[in-house]
């Protein structure tokens, strides 16, 4: 969860900007010819139907490593940010239930799909998803900020250090951070200046 929660200010711009950039021609095309037929399929051979719901009910294994957790902790998240979010909107006469509206936000985080793969794989317009992610991401970080990234305290701190100290034997320490190796071309006359025990030339960005 707190991944998701740090990308969530990330997300919302990022959305933000690639509403700007949208195909305006498009966008007109569609309202002038309404919902596609394609979309009205959705019940049938959408993602929800296809992968998520199968996943969820026959797999969970398979569930995790499509969502990035359990299906327990699934109903757990939306039971929480349920009561918050706006009131579901029917498209094409097929309401979208907050299940749905979850996963495909889900999907964008933890996955990167693009609006354009999401409107493909989920049957639904490409306004529609961007609406659903404006909707849900506020409100996850409006419910989950507060529970798993309060605001630290004295009392926070002290404790965090406690605990690294016990576990790790690090005196002094409230936190850590991680970072992730970025694939790299080799420099000219780099040597062995990026090669790491992952046997590739790579950089450690944080």
């Not at 051979?45 to 026959?58: A, C, D, I, M, P």
């Not at 569930?63 to 998240?77: E, I, K, P, S, V």
Request: net charge positive; aromatic share 12%; with cysteine.
């Amino acid at each position: 969860l707190l991944t998701f929660l740090q990308a969530c200010v990330v997300v919302v711009a990022a959305v933000a900007a690639e509403e700007l950039h949208r195909n305006r021609r498009r966008a007109v095309a569609q309202r002038r010819f309404g919902i596609h037929e394609e979309w009205r399929q959705r019940k049938d051979r959408g993602e929800y139907v296809t992968q998520f719901l199968h996943k969820k009910r026959n797999f969970p294994d398979h569930f995790f490593q499509y969502m990035r957790m359990t299906g327990a902790n699934f109903d757990f998240l939306l039971s929480l940010l349920e009561p918050h979010l706006p009131q579901q909107q029917p498209v094409g006469r097929q309401r979208i239930n907050n299940e749905q509206r979850l996963a495909v936000t889900l999907r964008y985080l933890a996955a990167g799909e693009s609006v354009a793969d999401l409107s493909n794989s989920w049957l639904m317009g490409e306004s529609t998803v961007r609406k659903i992610l404006h909707e849900v991401l506020p409100v996850m970080w409006f419910v989950l900020a507060p529970r798993y990234m309060p605001e630290p305290t004295k009392e926070t701190f002290t404790k965090q250090a406690k605990e690294f100290q016990q576990r790790w034997n690090l005196p002094f320490c409230v936190g850590a951070l991680d970072g992730k190796h970025v694939v790299v071309d080799a420099l000219g006359n780099s040597g062995s200046q990026f090669f790491n025990y992952k046997v590739r030339k790579q950089t450690l960005k944080k």
